[in-house]
T-cell receptor
Framework: AQKVTQAQTEISVVEKEDVTLDCVYETRDTTYYLFWYKQPPSGELVFLIRRNSFDEQNEISGRYSWNFQKSTSSFNFTITASQVVDSAVYFCALSDLRTGANSKLTFGKGITLSVRP | DAGVIQSPRHEVTEMGQEVTLRCKPISGHDYLFWYRQTMMRGLELLIYFNNNVPIDDSGMPEDRFSAKMPNASFSTLKIQPSEPRDSAVYFC????????????FGSGTRLTVV
């Protein structure tokens, strides 16, 4: 069975601080995808990144970076120089490619990030 | 592209009433998903369709819930009769054939059953 654990429930930082959001996953599949979504106070779910299980290269997009480590089954998300607009709930999600199944996303519980001015 | 469009944005109804939530996926997307978000259970997949055909409805909580996709541009999620415990935000999402590209979610429907 798939499982995504986001152990941190709430994080509060001061603007310009760096913050890392942790994500640990469990799956028996060798082929899978990992995602991060952002849910701002307005409520919509915004896609941030997808990473497949064969690509362990870290990725950087502006102030956002992701660290994927299969050895520890983790896919952590770092925001550098955080801003108030980063305040949101962040979800990590996992999908597999098991035969006959589509990539149903299994979501973690989410991490509420508050960035104070 | 207008994105995934859900209606209504908010719905307040009395227990026992029928509720219908609507979704228009992104044109050309082959997959459509219905998710429910609650504080207690987080985001749960209810059902998903591939080319208008329901593939997995194992997440539908009970027979009071039903979903249809009569064509590629429209889907409904119906609750009949509604109960207070159905109060949640219901999200519709769609994705292209490259299904692991990442779903595009609608803005959600906040349902309150009183």
């Amino acid at each position: 069975a798939q499982k995504v654990t986001q152990a941190q429930t709430e994080i509060s930082v001061v603007e310009k601080e760096d913050v890392t959001l942790d994500c640990v996953y469990e799956t028996r599949d060798t082929t899978y995808y990992l995602f991060w979504y952002k849910q701002p106070p307005s409520g919509e779910l915004v896609f941030l990144i997808r990473r497949n299980s064969f690509d362990e290269q870290n990725e950087i997009s502006g102030r956002y970076s992701w660290n994927f480590q299969k050895s520890t089954s983790s896919f952590n998300f770092t925001i550098t120089a955080s801003q108030v607009v980063d305040s949101a709930v962040y979800f990590c999600a996992l999908s597999d490619l098991r035969t006959g199944a589509n990539s149903k996303l299994t979501f973690g519980k989410g991490i509420t990030l508050s960035v104070r001015p | 592209d207008a994105g995934v469009i859900q209606s209504p944005r908010h719905e307040v109804t009395e227990m026992g009433q029928e509720v219908t939530l609507r979704c228009k996926p992104i044109s050309g997307h082959d997959y459509l998903f219905w998710y429910r978000q609650t504080m207690m259970r987080g985001l749960e997949l209810l059902i998903y369709f591939n080319n208008n055909v329901p593939i997995d409805d194992s997440g539908m909580p009970e027979d009071r819930f039903s979903a249809k996709m009569p064509n590629a541009s429209f889907s409904t999620l119906k609750i009949q009769p509604s109960e207070p415990r159905d109060s949640a935000v219901y999200f519709c999402a769609s994705s292209p054939r490259d299904r692991n590209y990442g779903y595009t979610f609608g803005s959600g429907t906040r349902l309150t059953v009183v």
